[in-house]
C-alpha cells in the first residue's frame, strides 16, 4: 500500500514538471522521463510529441538516440572481461587494439596550420580510457581536436566509423581528466577480446540477463517506426526538427561512447542492475568499484563548446566538487537537489540525463531530443525533475532529510 502511495505522490508531482518542461515558452518538444527503486519503475511519465509540429505524442515506449548515456554499458562489458580475468586495467591497450598506438599528442599547429605532432611518452591504459584520462577530446567539447580533425579529414564521430576516433591525443597520457572518444576505444578492446561485434557481446553479456530488449545499436523496424526526432534549437530560441539525423543503420562500427538507441525503460534496467550491486551481471565488488573515484587528486569539471550547434558550453552543478568511476561522474559533495554526496550520473548529447542514487536505492533517467546540449530547457527540467523526486521522498519519509 505504501509503495502505491509512493507512485501515486510521484505521479501527481513528476507529470506536472514534465507538462511544464514542454508548455512553458520555448519548451522542449517532448520528453518521456522515469524513476526507478530496486525492485522496479515507481514513475514513467511522458509530455510532448516526438517531433515538433506533428501530432504523434511522446510515449513512455518511445526509442530515443541515447548518445553517451551508452558509455555506462560500455563500461560494464569491460568490467565483465576484468571480472573474468581476460583483461586487467593496467594493460596497454595497444596490447588489444594496436592502432592506438599510432596516436600523437597535438603541440599546437604550424604556420600553415598544421599539427605539430609527438609521440607520447607513456603507453594509453584501459584505464586511461575508462576514466577519460588518456588525452582524447571531443570535436564539438575542443577546439584543437576539431581543428585538427579538419586538417586531417578525419570524419565526424557521428559516422560511426572506426576512422572517426582516430583523432589525436591533446595532452600527455594520465596527465588530466578530459572528456572523449575514451570509450569508443573501450568498445574495440571488448571486441577484440571477446571476438564479437560490441552490440553481440552487450547482447549476450548484459542484455539478455537483465531482459532488456528494446536497445541496440540497429534499429529494429518496431523501434524505427517508435523513434523520437531530434530537434535543433537556434541562438534566437527556433526550434527545427531534423528528421533525417539519425546514427547510420546498420553502423560500420558500434559505437560504444554513443551509438545505442533505445526506449527509456530499457535502460531503467540496467540503472536498477548498478542499485541492485550487479543483479548477477557484475559482482558487488565491482559494482563498488565502479562507483567510486578512480581520479584520485584529479576532478572531472565542465567542458567547452566548439560547436554551438551541438553544445552550449557548461558544468554539472559548479562549485561542486566532481570525479570519475567506471563509466560515470561522481558527485563528491551533496547536490542542490537533494542528491547526497559519492553518488553517481551522466548524460546523453541530445539531453538525456540520469542519476544513479546507490545510498538511497533511487535513479532517475530524463530523456529528450534536442541539440544543443544542456538545452535551456531541457536541462531545467532535468533539475526540477530531479529536485521534485526527492523533495517528494522526503516528505513522504522515504530518505532521510
Known amino acids: 500500500m505504501i509503495r502505491q502511495e509512493i507512485k501515486n505522490a510521484l505521479k501527481d508531482t513528476l507529470d506536472q514538471v514534465l507538462d511544464n518542461a514542454v508548455r512553458r515558452a520555448g519548451g522542449v518538444p517532448g520528453v518521456v522521463a522515469m ?28 526509442v530515443f538516440a541515447l548518445f553517451s548515456t551508452t558509455k555506462a554499458i560500455t563500461g560494464t562489458a569491460l ?52 576514466l ?15 581543428r585538427y ?10 559516422t560511426s566509423t572506426f576512422d572517426s576516433i582516430k583523432s589525436v591525443l591533446l595532452f600527455e597520457p594520465g596527465e588530466r581528466w578530459n572528456y572523449g572518444v575514451n570509450i569508443d576505444w573501450v568498445g574495440k578492446v571488448v571486441e577484440a577480446v571477446r571476438g564479437k561485434r560490441l552490440g553481440e557481446v552487450m547482447a549476450e553479456h548484459i542484455f539478455a540477463p537483465l531482459g532488456m530488449t528494446d536497445i541496440g ?17 537556434s541562438q534566437d530560441g527556433n526550434i527545427t526538427p531534423l528528421p533525417d539525423l539519425i546514427l547510420p543503420q546498420s553502423p560500420e562500427m558500434d559505437m560504444g561512447g554513443h551509438g545505442l538507441y533505445a ?13 541492485n550491486d550487479g543483479a548477477g551481471v557484475l559482482k558487488p565488488e565491482t559494482v563498488a568499484q565502479m562507483s567510486q573515484n578512480g ?34 561522474q561522481v558527485n563528491e559533495d551533496p547536490i542542490p537537489t537533494g542528491r547526497p554526496a559519492g553518488q553517481l550520473m551522466w548524460a546523453g548529447l541530445a539531453n538525456l540525463f ?9 535513479g532517475g533517467f530524463w530523456a529528450s531530443q534536442i541539440f544543443p546540449y544542456q538545452d535551456v530547457a531541457s536541462y531545467l527540467g532535468f533539475i526540477e525533475f530531479e529536485s521534485a523526486v526527492y523533495s517528494t521522498l522526503k516528505r513522504l519519509g522515504q530518505i532521510a532529510t
Open 217 to 233: 545499436f540497429t534499429l529494429t523496424p518496431s523501434m524505427a517506426e517508435r523513434r523520437a526526432t531530434i530537434h535543433s534549437r
Open 149 to 158: 580533425r579538419e586538417a586531417k579529414g578525419i570524419p565526424s564521430i557521428l
Open 35 to 62: 524513476i526507478t527503486d530496486r525492485e522496479g519503475n515507481i514513475y514513467e511519465g511522458a509530455a510532448g510529441v516526438r517531433e515538433f509540429g506533428k501530432e504523434t505524442p511522446m510515449t513512455t515506449d518511445t
Open 295 to 328: 581520479l584520485g587528486a584529479l576532478k572531472s569539471g565542465g567542458w567547452i563548446s566548439s560547436d554551438p550547434s551541438l553544445a552550449n558550453d557548461g558544468e554539472f552543478y559548479p562549485g561542486v566538487q566532481k570525479s570519475w568511476a567506471y563509466t560515470f
Open 263 to 275: 526506449s527509456i525503460g530499457e535502460y531503467m534496467k540496467f540503472i536498477r542492475m548498478i542499485l
Open 132 to 146: 577519460h584520462t588518456a588525452g582524447f577530446g571531443y570535436e564539438f567539447f575542443s577546439h584543437e581536436d576539431r
Open 79 to 130: 568490467m565483465q572481461l576484468v571480472e573474468e580475468g581476460k583483461v586487467n586495467l593496467d594493460d596497454p591497450v595497444k596490447k588489444y587494439v594496436p592502432e592506438i598506438a599510432e596516436i600523437k599528442v597535438l603541440e599546437g599547429f604550424d604556420a600553415n596550420g598544421q599539427p605539430k605532432l609527438r609521440e607520447p611518452r607513456t603507453d594509453i591504459t584501459i584505464n586511461m580510457l575508462m
Open 354 to 362: 540520469y542519476w544513479i542514487d546507490r545510498e538511497n536505492g533511487i
